[in-house]
C-alpha cells in the first residue's frame, strides 16, 4: 500500500508519540524493577538477620551476661573492642557498653576501659576505682568532662569497677577507668572543668617535684591562664600569643621527658605518668584551638569545626596509644565514643558528599591496630533523651525521628527482636555488597553517611532507647 502524503506528514507524529510511549514504558519497567531490587533485597536482608542476629537482655549491669556470650568468639584474641553509640544521653547504649564491658572482663580478661571524656579528668576515677577516698558526687563532677557525670550508667559503671577491684585477691591487677578526649571540654560549656584544666594539673604536680621551674612556667602561663578558663575566649589571642603559649607549652612537655627519671624519684612513677600526660595534654587543648581564626567571635559562624573535629579525632588517637602504653602489651581495653568516632572510615554529611570526607579516631586506630580492632556498630530505631546538662526543671526532652526509608537503621529494623547483636562478618555476599556502599546512618536526629562494613565488625540493635539523666 502507497503513503499518501497525508499519511507521510503525520507519520513523523506518530513515530515521535511511539518513542514517547516506548520511553514512558521503559521508565515504569526501570522502576518497577528497582522497586522488584528492593524488595528483594530486604527479604534477603531480614533473611540474615532472622539466621545470624543474637537476642541481647537490657537487664540491669547486676543480671546474667550470658546472652552476651556470642562475643567471645566475634572478638577472638583482638587487644581493643571499641563500642559506639547513635547519640549521647541514651540510657540503653551506656547500658549495653556496661554489661559488654562486665563480660569482656570476668569472661575474657579485658583490663580497662576509656570513654569519649577528658583524659586528665580521668585521673580522679582512675584513682577512685582503685580504692582512693573522695565524695563520689563530687568526683563524677570533676571526673567527667562534657557534664556526662549526669549519666546513671557513666556512675554504674565506676560503682562496679570500684566493687570489682575491691573484690580482687590482694596483689591482683586492677582495672582502669580513662578518659581519652580533649581536655577542659574546649567544644562543650557543660562541664564542671575548663580548657586550662591539663595545664594547671602539670603546674601543679611541677610545684612538688621541681619548684623553680614551676615558678618560671607559671609566670609564662599566668596571662593566659584566664583565656583558657573560658570557652572560646581563644579567639581573643593574637597570632604572636598563640605562638608564644605553644611554644612555652612545648617547652614544659620538653621538661617533663628531660626530667623523667628525677621527677619519678621524688613522686611516683603512677603520678609522674599522669602528670606529664597533662603537659601533653595542654599542648592537645591548646592544638584544638588554634583551629579557631584570630579574632574570631561566636556571631561569625563555625566553619573551623570540622578541621577542629578532625583534631580532636586525632587526639583521641594519641590519648588511646598513651593508654595501652599505661596498660603494657598484655593490656586489652574496651573503648566507648559516638560512632562518628568509632567508624574507620571517612564520613559525610550526605551519602553523595564528593570531598575527603571527615577523617575519625577510628581510621587511625583500624590502620594502626588492624585485626586488634573490633568494633560495634550502634543502631536505634526511635526513643527519646533528654539534655542532662540542664536544670532538672529546665531540661529538654527530645524524641528520636524514625529512620528514614533506605537508610541504614530502617535496614536493620526489619528483623522482629527488639534488641540485638549480629556479626556483620557473616553477611552473605549480596547483604555484604550493600553494606560496603556509602549509606546514610541516622541517629534520630540527622544523618551521615559511611560504608558500613569495613568501617565496623559488629552491630548492636536498640527498638527504643529512654533518657539517662540522674
Known amino acids: 500500500m502507497f503513503k ?39 527479604v534477603q536482608f531480614s533473611d540474615w538477620l532472622n539466621q545470624a542476629a543474637h537476642e541481647l537482655s537490657l537487664d540491669e549491669l ?27 544521653a541514651a540510657r540503653e547504649p551506656m547500658l549495653f557498653r556496661n554489661r559488654v ?14 570513654i569519649e571524656s577528658g583524659v586528665i579528668e580521668s585521673q580522679l576515677l582512675d584513682d577512685y576505682v582503685a580504692g582512693g ?30 566493687q570489682h577491684n575491691k ?16 581536655s577542659g571540654s574546649p567544644y562543650n560549656s557543660a562541664a564542671a572543668r575548663n580548657p586550662d584544666t591539663a595545664l594547671r594539673t602539670a ?76 603537659a601533653t595534654a595542654a599542648s592537645q587543648t591548646d592544638a584544638w584551638f588554634r583551629e579557631i581564626p584570630v579574632g574570631w567571635e561566636s556571631s561569625d559562624g563555625f566553619d573551623w569545626n570540622i578541621a577542629a573535629q578532625e583534631m580532636r579525632d586525632r587526639i583521641m588517637f594519641d590519648n588511646l596509644e598513651w593508654i595501652l602504653e599505661q596498660l603494657g602489651q598484655d593490656g586489652r581495653l574496651l573503648v566507648f565514643a559516638s560512632v562518628s568516632h568509632i567508624t574507620s572510615s571517612p564520613w559525610y554529611l550526605t551519602s553523595g558528599g564528593d570531598d575527603d570526607g571527615v577523617a575519625p579516631f577510628g581510621r587511625y586506630a583500624r590502620d594502626k591496630y588492624g585485626d586488634d580492632w573490633v568494633s560495634i556498630l550502634s543502631l536505634i530505631e526511635s526513643g527519646e533523651i533528654d539534655i542532662c546538662a540542664m536544670p532538672i526543671d ?59 562494613t569495613p568501617s565496623f565488625d559488629l552491630a548492636y540493635f536498640l527498638g527504643s532507647v529512654s533518657p539517662d539523666c540522674i
Not at 573522695?134 to 554504674?156: T, V
Open 133 to 162: 577516698d573522695g565524695d563520689p558526687d563530687l568526683l563524677f563532677d570533676l571526673g567527667f568532662s562534657n557534664g556526662f557525670g549526669q549519666f546513671q550508667q557513666n556512675r554504674e559503671l565506676i560503682s562496679w569497677i570500684r
Open 394 to 452: 529546665e531540661r529538654i526532652s527530645r524524641e528520636l525521628a524514625p529512620p528514614p526509608a533506605g537508610s541504614v537503621e530502617a535496614m536493620f529494623a526489619l528483623d522482629t527482636k527488639p534488641d540485638y547483636l549480629v556479626d556483620l562478618r557473616t553477611a552473605p555476599s549480596n547483604v555484604a555488597s550493600w553494606l560496603q556502599q556509602v549509606q546514610d546512618h541516622w541517629n534520630g536526629f540527622g544523618s551521615y553517611a559511611f560504608p558500613t
Open 203 to 278: 603546674l601543679e604536680y611541677l610545684k612538688k617535684v621541681d619548684r623553680q621551674s614551676a615558678d618560671e612556667f607559671s609566670d609564662r602561663f599566668e596571662p593566659y591562664l584566664p583565656v583558657l578558663a573560658e570557652i572560646f575566649a581563644y579567639g581573643t589571642l593574637s597570632n604572636e600569643e598563640r605562638k608564644d603559649l605553644t611554644a612555652s607549652i612545648s617547652e614544659l612537655v620538653s621538661l617533663f621527658e628531660r626530667h623523667r627519671f628525677q621527677y619519678i624519684a621524688a613522686s611516683s612513677l603512677d603520678e609522674y605518668e599522669w602528670s606529664a600526660h597533662a
Open 4 to 42: 499518501t502524503e497525508e499519511t507521510k506528514r503525520h507519520q513523523p507524529g506518530r513515530l515521535t508519540m511511539s518513542a514517547a510511549i516506548l520511553s514512558s514504558i521503559l521508565v515504569l519497567i526501570g522502576a518497577s524493577a528497582a522497586a522488584q531490587q528492593e524488595s528483594i533485597q530486604k
Open 62 to 88: 547486676s543480671a546474667s551476661t550470658e546472652d552476651l556470650s556470642p562475643l567471645r568468639e566475634m572478638v577472638g584474641d583482638a587487644r581493643i573492642v571499641a563500642v559506639s553509640e547513635s547519640v549521647h
Open 101 to 114: 564491658f562486665r563480660y569482656l572482663v570476668e569472661e575474657i580478661g579485658f583490663d580497662a576501659i576509656a
Open 167 to 182: 573484690s580482687l585477691p590482694a596483689g591482683s591487677k586492677k582495672i582502669r577507668f580513662f578518659g581519652m578526649d580533649v
